[in-house]
């Protein structure tokens, strides 16, 4: 049974940075790619970044771009996701996703098989 839990959301003020985490189980191996998404109160579920198995093959959200930072550690099953210079746009519930195609970068969310339960990131002044 795949698992992804999320961890690291909060409340920051307007150009401060939260460092949000998917920690990965039940997968047989490393290949599988992870993404994330967000979805604020009235809108729908965008991607914000995606990362390959290996993350040679990163995306991102144009508005993200620059801000934030995606990574993985496959010794540990997590993937990261660095974000600064956070703006009240961005606050939203954030949630992981992954999928068995190694290579797997875009957003269209019914494309990504599994899916965490979401953190909370509001960004506040």
């Known amino acids: 049974q795949w698992q992804l839990v999320e961890s690291g959301g909060g409340t920051v003020q307007p150009g401060g940075s939260l460092t949000l985490s998917c920690t990965v189980s039940g997968f047989p191996s490393d290949r599988y790619s992870v993404a994330w998404f967000r979805q604020a109160p009235g809108k729908e579920r965008e991607g914000v970044s995606s990362?390959?198995?290996?993350?040679?093959?990163?995306n991102y959200l144009d508005a993200v771009k620059g801000r934030f930072t995606i990574s993985r550690n496959n010794a540990k099953n997590t993937v990261s996701l660095e974000m600064h210079r956070l703006q009240v746009e961005d606050t939203a519930v954030y949630y992981c996703?992954?999928?068995?195609?190694?290579?797997?970068?875009?957003?269209?969310?019914?494309?990504?098989?599994?899916w965490g339960q979401g953190t909370q990131v509001t960004v506040s002044s």
């Open positions: 990362i390959s198995d290996n993350g040679h093959g990163t």
């Open positions: 996703a992954a999928s068995p195609d190694p290579w797997l970068l875009e957003f269209w969310p019914w494309h990504w098989d599994y």
